[in-house]
Structure formats: structure tokens, C-alpha cells
């Protein structure tokens, strides 16, 4: 069978984290919140320094509230969840997570702001 046209010859493989606000996320006092909003803005910043995660941000104006915002890690899916993890808003119960793997086409995504290679080269495999 002939390979479909429409697929890319290969990808670019990177590990995404989005984040969302559970249903029974705990009500907490405005104190508590921005302590803890602070907390993890921190987190997130610290993790951006340290080359883990190359960039993220929050969404705003989507069809599901409960979706807060996304990460692009340089690091496999597993890690990324285990990094997520230490995030005080997500220990706190206030933010869950979802890792992933994201496929592009290869070289159609650039990260201008890291030093270091981000995602991995993959190709679809024939059917």
C-alpha cells in the first residue's frame, strides 16, 4: 500500500502538560490562593531556568474553563508527570495534570529561547 501523502515523512516528538482545575478542587481563603498562586508561578519559573520546561503559559478565552494552561517540557512524558507533581498548586489539589506526547511535522516548531535540544526526531512507521 502506498504511504498517504498527507502524513510527514517524520516528526518532531515533544512532552506537553496541561493543566486543569479538577471539579472538587479544595475552596481556599484569597490568602491561601495567592500564596499559592505564587507558589507556583515560582515552580513553573524555576523550572523554565533549570532548561526542564521550555515554555508554557495559561489559556484564556477556551471552550472548557476547567483547562488552565500548558507546558512544553524537554524531557520524556514520565518526567514531566514527575515534575508536575511537585507543582504546589497540583500537591495543593487545586490543578491537575495530563502528560503527553505531541507530534509535529519535524522542523516546523523552533524554541529560540533554550540552548538545548527539545523533543526528539521520529518517523511514522509504514502501515
Known amino acids: 500500500?502506498?504511504?498517504?501523502?498527507n502524513i510527514p515523512d517524520a516528526f518532531d516528538v515533544y512532552t506537553v502538560v496541561v493543566l486543569r482545575r479538577p471539579a472538587d478542587a479544595p475552596d481556599l481563603p484569597?490568602?491561601?490562593?495567592e500564596a499559592l498562586q505564587a507558589g507556583h508561578l515560582a515552580y513553573r519559573a524555576e523550572l523554565g531556568r533549570s532548561g526542564m520546561v521550555v515554555v508554557n503559559g495559561p489559556f484564556d478565552e477556551q471552550s472548557d474553563p476547567s483547562y488552565r494552561g500548558m507546558s512544553i517540557y524537554a524531557c520524556d512524558a514520565a518526567e514531566a508527570a514527575r515534575l508536575s507533581d511537585g507543582d504546589p498548586s497540583v500537591m495543593a489539589g487545586r490543578l491537575t495534570y495530563d502528560a503527553m506526547e505531541w507530534w509535529v511535522r519535524a522542523g516546523s516548531l523552533g524554541?529560540?529561547?533554550?540552548?538545548?535540544?527539545?523533543?526528539?526526531?521520529?518517523?511514522?512507521?509504514?502501515?
Not at 484569597?30 to 490562593?33: A, P
Not at 523533543?119 to 502501515?127: A, F, I, L
Open 30 to 33: 484569597d490568602e491561601e490562593l
Open 111 to 127: 524554541f529560540p529561547l533554550t540552548d538545548r535540544p527539545v523533543g526528539h526526531r521520529r518517523s511514522m512507521p509504514d502501515q
Open 1 to 5: 500500500m502506498a504511504r498517504d501523502p
